[in-house]
């Protein structure tokens, strides 16, 4: 009986959650889940604490920003179910 030794899969992986986030993690996950263990959980930790990450950044931008204004309109037709933003950027 012959024992093959594991493939070493490459740490280019990382950079697949690092630029998609959750999504990358994921397919990352799917691709190395049979083959290697441990990185494909890796990646998939990583593009959720990059998701993590982003996502409150987002949110504190928006929270603490006083120049920032977000104004919605909804569609002037009575049948029409369009609804749009609008940024607004207050300087002094």
């Keep these: 009986m012959s ?4 493939k070493i899969r490459s740490k280019w992986w990382y950079t697949l959650p690092i630029f998609l986030g959750i999504i990358g993690g994921v397919i990352a996950w799917f691709a190395l889940k049979s083959h290697d263990k441990r990185l494909a959980k890796n990646c998939l930790t990583l593009g959720i604490i ?4 982003e996502i409150s950044i987002f949110t504190s931008v928006l ?6 204004n977000i104004i919605t309109e909804s569609g002037t037709n009575s049948g029409a179910n369009d ?4 940024f ?3 300087t002094p």
């Design 3 to 6: 024992s093959q030794s594991p």
């Design 50 to 53: 990059f998701n993590i990450i």
């Design 88 to 90: 607004e950027l207050n």
């Design 63 to 68: 929270m603490f920003s006083d120049n920032l």
């Design 83 to 86: 609804f749009g933003f609008q």
